[in-house]
């Protein structure tokens, strides 16, 4: 069956913030992706870095959708490209990556999700809102282990630590999830610079009221800067319009893929409620 398995809308935002002078954030809204990349480095370096992960992902803008090979393969290759950066023009500079692509499951519409660090990935599907993403961050890990308090993460000073990252000497690879997309889905990728000034339920809030996505997209951004602006702010929201049916995919029920089936497109790419254990 040719054509997208999900029908999208979406928008985005991005700004510099009030207390940088380089944007060090990039990223790309064109189906079948949808990602943030958060650079890291400063002086240009990390601006370098992310534009150059991004660069490698915008290959696959115009395709139906994205298999898990070649979620894997652009992220390989987007690793070599900030690796190979020269001395002066992004050298030892890093980035984050967050965000989904729209995956194609025996005809049957479903979102690919790819984490790298601590730039976010929320969804409202049927009603609830969660972080699809975990941080990959030194907070995060000590609230994961009990050391630390949910409500004291946003404040400590070890917050923009982070653990994972495509560059900056690291090779640790990427957290995948694989989600049954609805109609009516509504998907935000963003950067710290939004989940730094903005708690979660401020985001919710914002998400259920601006029914335009970009409308939506610009209003999250000029809430962070007028809550602080820290930081550069980085927003794609992304609305499932229609997503192809069961019936539609012409698969038997007895063959369409559930959760139990994550395994067979990675070892590390599960539902998040399987990931961490069921927390939401």
């Not at 030892?92 to 790298?116: F, M």
């Not at 049916?245 to 959760?259: C, I, M, V, Y």
């Not at 395994?263 to 599960?270: F, G, L, M, Q, S």
């Amino acid at each position: 069956m040719t054509g997208s398995p999900i029908t999208v809308a979406s928008g985005s935002a991005t700004d510099a913030g009030l207390r940088r002078a380089v944007n060090e954030d990039s990223h790309i809204a064109a189906p079948p992706v949808f990602l943030v990349a958060d650079g890291m480095g400063g002086h240009g370096a990390g601006e370098i870095a992310s534009a150059a992960v991004i660069d490698e992902f915008a290959r696959l803008a115009g395709r139906p959708s994205v298999d898990s090979e070649q979620l894997h393969a652009v992220v390989a290759r987007a690793r070599q490209r900030v690796e190979a950066l020269p001395p002066g023009a992004g050298a030892g500079a890093g980035t984050t990556l967050s965000g989904v692509a729209i995956a194609d499951v025996d005809g049957e519409g479903y979102w690919l999700t790819v984490n790298l660090g601590d730039s976010r990935t929320y969804r409202i599907s049927e009603g609830e809102f969660e972080q699809v993403s975990v941080d990959h961050s030194v907070v995060q890990e000590l609230v994961d282990r009990g050391e630390l308090a949910a409500q004291d993460a946003a404040g400590d000073r070890r917050r923009n630590v982070i653990t994972r990252a495509i560059g900056a000497g690291a090779d640790s690879e990427p957290d995948y999830w694989l989600l049954p997309a609805e109609p009516g889905d509504r998907i935000l990728v963003c950067s710290d610079g939004l989940s730094g000034e903005l708690d979660a339920d401020r985001i919710e809030a914002v998400l259920r009221t601006e029914h335009d996505p970009q409308e939506a997209a610009t209003r999250l951004v000029r809430e962070a800067l007028l809550y602080g602006g820290r930081d550069n702010i980085t927003v794609v929201v992304v609305d499932a319009l229609s997503v192809r049916s069961r019936a539609e995919s012409g698969w038997p029920h007895s063959t369409l893929p559930t959760a139990a089936h994550a395994d067979e497109i990675d070892e590390d790419t599960a539902p998040r409620s399987e990931r961490i254990g069921g927390r939401r």
